[in-house]
Antibody
Framework: QVQLVQSGAEMKKPGASVKVSCKAS????????LHWVRQAPGQGPEWMGW????????NYAQKFQDRVTMTRDTSINTAYMELRSLTFDDTAVYYC?????????WGQGTLVTVSS | NFMLTQPHSVSESPGKTATISCTRS????????VQWYQQRPGSAPTTLIY?????HSGVPGRFSGSIDRTSNSASLTISGLRTEDEADYYC???????????FGGGTKLTVL
């Protein structure tokens, strides 16, 4: 079965960067896009972008265009999302999700807390 | 760009049927597939419906999705409500102009 396992919780200071990983199993990694979605406390999901696991092509939401980078390593079936210049507003749970006409299979989420 | 608008909350009794709407602000609802997710407190979202009306694996037949071209909206219907169905529900579609994913604002379902 499709499984996405994300890296553990992170605590960062304002201005720092965070890199979250998402290890996929149970399917052919390069056959699907991977989405990154975040959810701030008490808010709904917010789509950040996707990466093609096949060729590494990306498409970012305009809000994050200048400070997000999504990459993947096909040798270990893992995708990464790096967010730079963190502010308190970036405190959220970050999810990866495999595509299937939209996010279909979700990781467990990674809590990123930005605190001074 | 378009928006997906959901009611903030829906309340219904156990055993009854609840319907949650998702209205697309511009463009045709039928042009791009709609997905539905359930999220319980403290948990990741899980997919209920994909491609308008197809149930994700393991999802009970009590959950169904549909689209209505006249109202330009999608609907999630949950029949035989159980207390465990209390959760937040989100619709999602795709904007082909910028190839972006769009989420609705979410609906809190209360079963009481």
């Amino acid at each position: 079965q499709v499984q996405l396992v994300q890296s553990g919780a992170e605590m960062k200071k304002p201005g720092a960067s965070v890199k979250v990983s998402c290890k996929a199993s149970g399917y052919t990694f390069t056959d699907y896009f991977l989405h990154w979605v975040r959810q701030a406390p008490g808010q709904g999901p917010e789509w950040m972008g996707w990466i093609s696991a096949n060729n590494g092509g990306t498409n970012y939401a305009q809000k994050f265009q200048d400070r997000v980078t999504m990459t993947r390593d096909t040798s270990i079936n893992t995708a990464y999302m790096e967010l730079r210049s963190l502010t308190f507003d970036d405190t959220a749970v970050y999810y990866c999700a495999r595509d299937g006409s939209g996010p279909r299979h979700w990781g467990q989420g990674t809590l990123v807390t930005v605190s001074s | 760009n378009f928006m997906l608008t959901q009611p903030h909350s829906v309340s219904e009794s156990p055993g009854k049927t609840a319907t949650i709407s998702c209205t697309r602000s511009s463009g045709n609802i039928a042009d791009n597939y709609v997905q539905w997710y359930q999220q319980r407190p403290g948990s990741a979202p899980t997919t209920l419906i994909y491609e308008d009306n197809r149930r994700h694996s393991g999802v009970p037949g009590r959950f169904s999705g549909s689209i209505d071209r006249t109202s330009n909206s999608a609907s999630l219907t949950i029949s035989g409500l159980r207390t465990e169905d209390e959760a937040d529900y989100y619709c999602q579609s795709y904007d082909p102009v910028n190839r972006h994913v769009v989420f609705g604002g979410g609906t809190k379902l209360t079963v009481l």
